[in-house]
């Protein structure tokens, strides 16, 4: 059992540690969708020169980056944490979708 939990945490660690490498080196701006439910509940605009990091709240989280679309997508309870320069914003929702920014 604590083998099956440790492989399980190494999962999460390497997939958001990869979702959040490739937010990172993307310079384009995102749409982070904020869910809560199924239902969007609010969206975030976010400049392509902000640090973004995920992080699922608990063991049952997953996230999962799509390299083509650039796309992530965070279900099961998850923290988006953006930093600019010295600021910083934390925000949690059940589900976090990012959607390239149409501007």
Do not use: C, W
């Amino acid at each position: 059992m604590k083998y099956k939990y440790a492989v399980l945490v190494a999962v999460v660690v390497t997939t958001v540690s990869l979702a959040a490498l490739a937010e990172k080196q993307a310079s384009a701006g995102k749409v982070y969708l904020l869910k809560a439910g199924g239902e969007t509940i609010a969206e975030l605009r976010v400049r392509g020169a902000a640090n973004v990091a995920v992080e699922t709240t608990d063991s049952t989280g997953h996230a999962e980056y799509d390299f083509i679309t650039g796309t992530l997508v965070a279900r099961g309870g998850a923290i988006l944490k953006l930093t600019a320069g010295t600021n910083s914003i934390s925000v949690q929702a059940d589900e976090i979708e990012s959607v390239p920014d149409s501007k």
